[in-house]
């Protein structure tokens, strides 16, 4: 099993105490520090340099976009899971573009927190579902019905993987084909339906219901 590393910030004395009980119940997660202002989460993060860095994006005294984008630029192989009970669109969508890997609202945590962190760490991308439609641009329509049906069974199905955050080798074992044809069918659906990165195919699926569920599955 391999570990994965996580730094917590939060400035919630409840809601990091709960966080804390759940990530050290879970075998493959790793708690390697905590803080409760944006300062010391900068601080642990490039110290630590954990897998994944679960950041409350309303910390006190460093901005939750500010605090993303200062970990993206120092810190890029950390991936980061925003969390919050904020449910505006424009803030999810800022904080993708930063390259926030995930999204995950406050009172979502007790089921998810877990499965986000699996998702985030394996190269996915992870959207509370009671979001993921707050991701979608208002002006950008990916795919038509006409694209979807162009797609063959199994691009669907690795496209629909994929946006619910599974990483190319996990897609493949599912699946039980090769990484190379995981990478294939994903790269043939992506080209039909003209979606240029992951954000795109989170997109995709939350618009057609594939995150859907996710929040209560398994």
Known sequence: MT????????????VLAGIKTLLLAAPEIALVGEATTGSAA???????????????????DISGIE?????????????????????????VQQLMQIGVKGYLLKRSAAED?????RAIASGGV??????????????????????QEALSQREGEVLRLTSQGFSNKEIAARL???????????????????????????????????????????
């Open 3 to 14: 570990t994965i590393r996580v730094a917590l910030a939060d400035d919630h004395p409840v």
């Open 42 to 60: 900068l601080e642990l993060i490039r110290r630590a340099a954990p897998d994944v860095a679960v950041l409350d994006i309303s910390l006190p």
């Open 67 to 91: 605090l993303a984008r200062t970990v993206a630029e120092t810190c890029p192989g950390v991936r980061m899971l925003a969390l919050t009970f904020h449910e505006d669109r424009a803030y």
């Open 113 to 117: 927190m877990v499965r986000a962190i």
């Open 126 to 147: 992870y959207l509370d579902p009671e979001i993921a439609d707050k991701a979608l641009p208002d002006a950008v329509q990916t795919g038509s019905p006409e694209g």
């Open 176 to 218: 039980d084909v090769s990484v190379k044809t995981v990478e294939t069918y994903k790269a043939r659906a992506s080209e039909k339906l003209g979606l240029r990165t992951r954000a795109d195919i989170v997109r995709y699926g939350a618009a057609h219901g594939w995150l859907d569920g996710l929040g209560t599955a398994g």
